[in-house]
Nanobody, 123 residues
Framework: QLPLTESGGGLVQAGGSLNLSCSSSKPTFSSYSMGWFRQAPGKEREFVATIMWSGSSTGYADSVKGRFTISRDNDKNTVYLQMNNLKPEGTAVYYC????????????????WGQGTQVTVSA
């Protein structure tokens, strides 16, 4: 088991920034590649970003490239999602997820999920 807890969500105006965090109490965190996903009301969950267990490689959805940055600190068992220039269509519950070893771009690839944190972007 790998418990995950997200934080950092909130209400922000369009064009603003938020930095999400996802932490685990387990030191095995460093063996897992991590992903961020989001789900807006009435829509399917979608991939946002992923990072290799080592932090050496990252991947992004086209819709967030150039605006979002995923990073991790394995000493703190934490992965981050820095979100800049937020848009109203970014309003969603954001989830972090863990996948052993390799990165993944599909939710079905991931083994463990956090409870989610709400991000609301006002126009």
């Amino acid at each position: 088991q790998l418990p995950l807890t997200e934080s950092g969500g909130g209400l922000v105006q369009a064009g603003g920034s938020l930095n999400l965090s996802c932490s685990s109490s387990k030191p095995t965190f460093s063996s897992y590649s991590m992903g961020w996903f989001r789900q807006a009301p009435g829509k399917e969950r979608e991939f946002v970003a992923t990072i290799m267990w080592s932090g050496s490689s990252t991947g992004y959805a086209d819709s967030v490239k150039g605006r979002f940055t995923i990073s991790r600190d394995n000493d703190k068992n934490t992965v981050y999602l820095q979100m800049n220039n937020l848009k109203p269509e970014g309003t969603a519950v954001y989830y972090c997820a863990a996948k052993y070893y390799r990165m993944g771009y599909s939710g079905g690839d991931y083994d463990y999920w956090g409870q989610g944190t709400q991000v609301t972007v006002s126009a």
